[in-house]
């Protein structure tokens, strides 16, 4: 869609591989001692779903870079009273300058976008996307390998629900990366499908994804025991990774069942770095919402 406000962010495939490398390239900034003062700037963090990550490394960012917040409680709200999704932001609108919003419905912006005169950033919806998690990834894969092109990694777990997946497939293809799925039968959704062994000594990355039983219609038919042995990066699996490969995972995790515990803080791990990272997105991917592009009256 024209004409939304500058910084809106609702999915990646809005952005071109320009846009997306202007953000990594800021957020390196950043890491490395930018500074930005946004001292006039409010923002509203309005989260209808748990976050840890998402929630508090916006909050970090926002902090970060002198803005100040409205944290929100649909509890407290007026939503309580039955008011909207639309009404809400709408109202919220009137008094920030751009709107952080996590929600369990897939693409609940739909209704927004053209009609909120702020932008709009996607903290996660339903099992849509979730561009600034997917930002935080290639970051953390370019710091790594310092290109995109030909890299080759598996995402493995539950591709079906996974919003870090499905923004994560589409980005890294478009980057020139080789992607490869591996789920169980019943997390798959409609694209191919490999078994982890066949490919887990191939991939410079390995991404594993939560099992999301806060979503499942129905019940996985395998105890956790054997859904580790199975499907998850067990020390067996993990013998079998090349020497510069990479782990990744968005987080969460479910220790012991996608990944044996003593692997998620291990040598080739990155998840913490992921964390890390994911703040300095979250700053340049607010800043490029706040400053119209102009840096002078940012300092
Ligand atoms: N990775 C991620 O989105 O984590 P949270 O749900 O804790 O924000």
Do not use: W
């Not at 957020?27 to 989260?47: P, Q």
């Amino acid at each position: 869609m024209d004409n939304l406000p500058r910084g809106t962010l609702v999915n990646l495939k809005d952005l071109s591989i320009g846009e997306i490398t202007e953000i990594l390239d800021i957020a390196e900034e950043f890491m490395e001692g930018k500074r930005a003062n946004l001292g006039d700037k409010l923002v509203a963090n309005l989260f209808f779903e748990p976050s840890t990550r998402t929630r508090y490394s916006f909050e970090a960012a926002e902090s970060r870079l002198g803005c100040q917040v409205l944290s929100f409680a649909k509890e407290a709200s007026s939503m309580l009273k039955g008011e909207s999704l639309y009404d809400t932001v709408k109202t919220f609108s009137q008094y920030v300058d751009a709107i952080i919003i996590r929600h369990s419905e897939d693409n609940f912006y739909e209704d927004l976008l053209g009609n909120i005169p702020v932008p709009i950033i996607n903290g996660g919806d339903g099992s849509g996307n979730h561009p600034t998690q997917s930002l935080l990834d290639l970051l953390t894969i370019r710091q790594e390998f310092g290109r995109f092109e030909g890299l080759k990694i598996v995402i493995a777990g539950d591709i079906a629900h996974s919003r870090v997946a499905h923004t994560n497939i589409e980005v890294m293809r478009r980057l020139g990366m080789e992607v490869f799925l591996s789920a169980p039968p019943e997390l798959q959704d409609d694209e191919e499908y490999v078994e982890l062994d066949d490919i887990i000594g191939e991939v410079d990355i390995v991404m594993l994804l939560r099992v999301q039983f806060e979503r499942h219609q129905e019940k996985l038919n395998i105890s956790q025991e054997e859904y580790h042995r199975l499907y998850g990066l067990t020390l067996e699996r993990y013998e079998k990774i090349q020497d510069h490969a990479i782990i990744m995972h968005p987080a969460p995790v479910n220790r012991g069942l996608e990944i044996d515990d003593s692997l998620v803080e291990c040598e080739k791990s990155r998840i913490f770095k992921q964390m890390k990272n994911g703040m300095y997105i979250r700053m340049a991917v607010l800043y490029r919402a706040l400053t119209k592009g102009d840096e002078d009256d940012s300092y």
